[in-house]
């Protein structure tokens, strides 16, 4: 049951739910924002809450107990948008104004009008990713919750970016890297926009044990359909590139511990082959940069294969997915090993001449 709140306007009480009462603030927001750059804007703000005032009033002596979101939403159709009524303004009264302007003007005041339409929807909300009504990680319904959409078009909009070279692909996985899951209750609030009170956590805990119904229309249940096969694939691509991991890291702790302990094993045919890099003699001339070249390649190999077996242990409900801090950390991790390893492999490419010919004499 939706809570009823007290509010004061221009000086009248009224009865409105809570989310009534979040679009009307966000909708004055939008008319001081908009306004508050004119000349006299603010008394054309005051004018249009007064005339608010007068609607609710009208609603309260017709037998309204309570101002709903649905009366309110009736409300700004009838008033309009800011930039609505910005352009009834010129129409009626700068014909000349507007004879004699430039197209800018007109570009620019329509920009503005996108930028307080968006300043309006994300009025005080926070990016997640929605874990409750996911398709892959939750990051389109995310921005469909933070600009109060329908996450179908961001869907559609994913999908189409993916056909364009695979461009879509890269970039939802670095959004569902970065951008953190709305996991408490507080967190679902800030995802919503509602303000975080008592009563507000309370019954975001009891919605949180209630099922999840999604009401998806044709287009919602062929990106459905569509995003599954996705996350099969990717799944699929993952345990493979992981196996190819284990493969790899096997094969090189072998052929080092081939190098070292068997003479002469830089002669030797092996598969992931380092011998032909003569360490065992390098590590005599310069030790730092064999062990660090060694343990840098290790660790290029291991770092991926951690990530892919925690992934798909999560995806198993095994444990936990990991956190944002934990991700930065592992793949800043990963980018200071590669760093290390090239470097040191350079060199021991440039050196590794001066051995052999010294075991030509």
């Not at 009025?123 to 469909?144: E, I, Q, T």
């Not at 600009?147 to 961001?154: I, K, M, R, S, V």
């Not at 569509?226 to 702790?253: D, K, N, P, R, T």
């Amino acid at each position: 049951m939706k809570k009823n709140i007290t509010i004061n306007l221009c000086g009248r009480l009224f009865q409105i739910d809570e989310d009534a009462y979040e679009l009307l603030q966000q909708y004055i927001e939008s008319l001081r924002s908009y306004f508050g750059r004119q000349e006299g804007g603010d008394e054309i703000a005051d004018d249009i809450e007064a005339r608010i005032a007068e609607l609710f009033y009208e609603l309260k002596a017709n037998g309204t107990e309570a101002i709903t979101i649905e009366h309110v939403k009736d409300i700004i159709t009838r008033i309009g948008k800011p930039e609505e009524m910005a352009g009834v303004s010129d129409e009626t009264g700068n014909d000349s104004q507007k004879t004699s302007g430039h197209r800018y003007d007109s570009f620019r005041d329509a920009a503005e009008g996108v930028m307080n339409n968006v300043r309006a929807r994300t009025a005080g909300k926070r990016l997640y990713r929605n874990p409750n009504d996911k398709m892959l990680a939750g990051v389109m319904s995310g921005f469909a919750a933070y600009t109060n959409t329908d996450p179908t078009w961001w869907r559609l909009g994913i999908v189409l970016l993916v056909l364009c070279y695979g461009v879509g692909i890269l970039a939802y996985i670095v959004l569902a890297i970065v951008l953190p899951v709305a996991k408490t209750p507080e967190e679902q609030l800030q995802m919503q926009g509602k303000k975080v009170t008592p009563q507000a956590l309370a019954d975001a805990v009891i919605d949180e044990k209630q099922p999840v119904r999604q009401n998806r229309g044709c287009l919602g249940s062929v990106l459905a359909v569509i995003a599954s096969l996705f996350a099969a694939l990717f799944v699929g691509i993952a345990a493979i590139f992981g196996f190819a991991m284990l493969v790899c890291l096997f094969l090189v702790v072998v052929s080092v511990i081939i190098i070292f302990t068997v003479p002469g094993s830089s002669h030797l045919n092996m598969p992931f082959d380092l011998g032909y890099l003569h360490l065992s003699e390098m590590i005599s001339v310069q030790p730092w940069v064999v062990i660090v070249f060694i343990a840098a390649l290790m660790l290029v190999f291991l770092i991926p294969l951690y990530a892919v077996a925690h992934m798909l242990l999560s995806k198993a409900g095994k444990i936990q997915p990991m956190g944002i801090v934990q991700r930065i950390f592992w793949i800043v991790f990963w980018v200071v090993a590669l760093g290390s390893m090239v470097p040191s492999l350079v060199w021991i490419q440039q050196n590794k001449t001066m051995v052999e010919r010294v075991e030509t004499r």
